[in-house]
């Protein structure tokens, strides 16, 4: 069974940096982070493939890095310049299906439990 536990969520002041983590017990084809903030639709942020091709949201392309270790049974996100409007609950996400179908459709079959992030200014 595919489980997903994420960590490392918090308060940060625009223009800080956090590390989100993801430990999953399987990897899946894509995997990768959504996150959803009150009034605002669910968002695909940053999703990678098992042939390491990444795809980012406009929004925070460049500012956020996506990362996968197989040993470790990670999926990390890497987040800085951060700003208000980053502010969510994020979720680490996994599916079989190619990443332009989880991003176009903006599901997973796999969710994690969400992890908080509030970037004040």
């Known amino acids: 069974q595919v489980e997903l536990v994420e960590s490392g969520g918090g308060s940060v002041q625009a223009g800080g940096s956090l590390q989100l983590s993801c430990a999953y017990t399987?990897?899946?084809?894509?995997m990768g982070w959504f996150r959803q903030s009150p009034g605002k639709d669910r968002e695909a942020v940053a999703f990678?493939?098992?042939?390491?091709?990444?795809t980012y949201a406009a929004s925070v392309k460049g500012r956020f890095t996506i990362s996968k270790d197989n040993a470790k049974k990670t999926l990390s996100l890497e987040m800085s310049s951060l700003k208000p409007e980053d502010s969510a609950l994020y979720y680490c996400a996994a599916d079989a299906r190619p990443c332009d179908s989880v991003v176009d459709l903006v599901s997973a079959k796999w969710w994690g439990q969400g992890t908080q992030v509030t970037v004040s200014s």
């Open positions: 990678i493939d098992n042939h390491n091709r990444t």
């Open positions: 399987e990897s899946r084809y894509c």
